[in-house]
């Protein structure tokens, strides 16, 4: 597995609440793009954000996390166990994976469809796992939708991460205008139009 440190400097105002959010799934799902609206809309806010980022085999079903700091000021771009506020899962497999960064109090966003990953295809032979009934006694409070399909609604099943980034929009300290002023900048003609459908809805998804 390869990792990469990103800093995006900024300056925090006086009394900012800040985040720590760990973003975790499988290659080619989205994962590294939604980290990146989020710092970069936290940076448009006045936050100090880092982003640190570790990816493994994308082709064949490697996990991939992304760690997302913003604050008055933050010094590191790692999140250590049990310091993360909120944590977002492309895979409930890989979210059960790294669900022990998680503060006692901390929230869960996750996609309830499996993709078939490493992960998810080991602990299937291991012995079988209803993993949406562990992540639900883990954390009661946890928002599982399936993403998959939302994204499909929207207009394309890859649009996943945009449907997950709005979901957990309800949780950031971030108004959702910042949100889609990056994703605006980040895509175009009907691809833009597709992701910010896939956004608004995983914003207005209700369990």
Excluded: W
């Amino acid at each position: 597995m390869t990792g990469m440190n990103i800093v995006i400097a900024g300056v925090g105002g006086q009394g900012m609440t800040g985040m720590n959010i760990v973003i975790a799934g499988v290659g080619g799902q989205g994962i590294l793009l939604a980290g990146r609206v989020i710092a970069e809309a936290a940076l448009a806010e006045g936050f100090d954000v880092k982003q640190s980022e570790a990816h493994g085999m994308a082709q064949r079903g490697g996990s991939v996390v992304s760690h997302v700091r913003f604050g008055e000021e933050v010094f590191s771009p790692v999140i250590e166990p049990e310091c993360c506020d909120l944590l977002i899962g492309f895979e409930p497999v890989e979210a059960l994976r790294n669900i022990h960064f998680l503060k006692k109090d901390g929230n869960l966003v996750c996609n309830t469809r499996k993709t078939g990953s490493l992960a998810a295809l080991a602990a299937s032979k291991e012995r079988p796992l209803d993993v949406e009934k562990i992540l639900y006694s883990r954390l009661p409070d946890a928002l599982l939708l399936d993403g998959t399909s939302l994204a499909a609604e929207a207009g394309d099943p890859r649009a996943i991460n945009l449907v997950l980034l709005g979901a957990a929009a309800r949780l950031l300290p971030i108004p959702c205008s910042r949100l889609e002023a990056v994703i605006k900048k980040s895509f175009s003609g009907n691809t833009l139009k597709i992701n910010l459908k896939a956004f608004k809805m995983g914003r207005n998804f209700k369990k």
